[in-house]
């Protein structure tokens, strides 16, 4: 029978540990192809939409499917992309300060 309500912490038990010590995160084995895909952290923005899950999900699928294949996979967590969002963000909140960040100088 099913419970009621989900409980991720009774689901999520021991797995990560598990996969710890099959080694699933590990890569680096030169015996195989590389295939890698890095990902970008979040917006500073916060704002994070459909099209967000959607990217993650597929680059989930392709790391897995590429480890089965027998690839040397990493998926790693990388570069920002969102440059002029995060500015814009920095910006805002010094000038709700009081700062003009245009007036700032390089030290």
């Known amino acids: ?5 989900y409980n ?5 038990e ?3 540990e598990y ?5 699933y995160f590990n890569s680096g084995d030169n015996l195989k192809t590389p295939y890698t895909i890095v990902i970008p ?14 990217d993650t999900t597929l680059q989930d699928i392709l ?3 590429k480890r089965m294949q027998g690839f040397d996979a ?20 010094m000038k709700d300060m009081g700062i003009n960040p245009h007036s700032m100088e390089r030290r």
């Open 1 to 5: 029978m099913l419970e009621k309500k």
């Open 8 to 12: 991720h912490l009774k689901v999520e």
């Open 14 to 16: 021991n797995k990560y």
């Open 19 to 23: 996969w710890l010590n099959k080694g």
């Open 41 to 54: 952290p979040p917006n500073v923005t916060g704002k994070l939409h459909l099209g967000h899950a959607w």
């Open 63 to 65: 790391i897995r499917y």
């Open 74 to 93: 990493l998926w790693l967590p990388g570069m920002d992309h969102a440059g002029i969002a995060t500015q814009a963000k920095v910006d805002k909140k």
